[in-house]
């Protein structure tokens, strides 16, 4: 089975901070996304990656940036941590973008705080 | 642009009964659908995958079926058990490679 491994479950940070946000796949998959989720909002994509050193933005892509040097880790980086980036992060995987029998594996999740 | 509407929002069943969970999209143009469970403060679980030219997949006591014409997917839960108590979200993928979530439907199991 496709494991994606996020680096940590829970993070507190401080307002004005830099963070990082790990995510590794051990599957060769070409595709990576970085969703953020939020009661009554559901899941919105922030950011995705078809391939090493590509990126597009999604749907709320303000306030973060992305990094994928090697195929299988993609990071979410946080430029100056606020509390609205306040939320549960949530990093996923596919083989390619336009497969018809392949779904998404997604990783357990980061819960991030910014006081 | 893509929406996908989850109905009901929340649910509630005794032990044992049999229920259906429903999906709706607006775009039929989609390669998949995808049903994933979540549990509180977890990640997303991959429950079942139907391709667009599929009609239904099952898995084990889930049966999720698949009217690409008209928009719509099932989620059916057989003989419903405490511990599948959880949220339940479908997601469908296009050839933008996006997977486009509804809100999903949070379901209690009571024992």
């Known amino acids: 089975d496709v494991k994606v491994t996020q680096s940590s479950r829970y993070l507190v940070k401080r307002t004005g901070e830099k963070v990082f946000l790990e995510c590794v796949q051990d599957m060769d998959h070409e595709n990576m996304f970085w969703y953020r989720q939020d009661p009554g909002l559901g899941l919105r994509l922030i950011y995705f990656s078809y391939d090493v050193k590509m990126k597009e933005k999604g749907d709320i892509p303000e306030g973060y940036s992305v990094s994928r040097e090697k195929k299988e880790r993609f990071s979410l980086i946080l430029e100056s941590a606020s509390t609205n980036q306040t939320s549960m992060y949530l990093c996923a995987s596919s083989l390619t973008a336009r497969a018809y029998n392949y779904g998404y594996t997604f990783g357990s999740g980061t819960r991030l705080t910014v006081v | 642009k893509q929406e996908v509407t989850q109905i009901p929002a929340a649910l509630s069943v005794p032990e044992g009964e049999n229920l259906v969970l429903n999906c709706s999209f607006t775009?039929?143009?989609?390669?998949?659908l995808q049903w994933f469970r979540q549990d509180p403060g977890k990640g997303l679980t991959s429950l079942l995958l139907?391709?667009?030219?599929?009609r239904e997949q099952t898995s084990g006591r889930l049966n999720a079926s698949l009217d690409k014409s008209s928009g719509r997917s099932t989620l059916y839960i057989a003989a419903s058990q405490p511990g599948d108590s959880a949220t339940y979200l479908c997601a469908v993928s296009s050839n933008t490679g996006k997977l486009i979530f509804g809100q999903g439907t949070t379901l209690q199991v009571k024992p």
């Open positions: 139907i391709q667009s030219s599929q």
């Open positions: 775009d039929s143009a989609i390669y998949n």
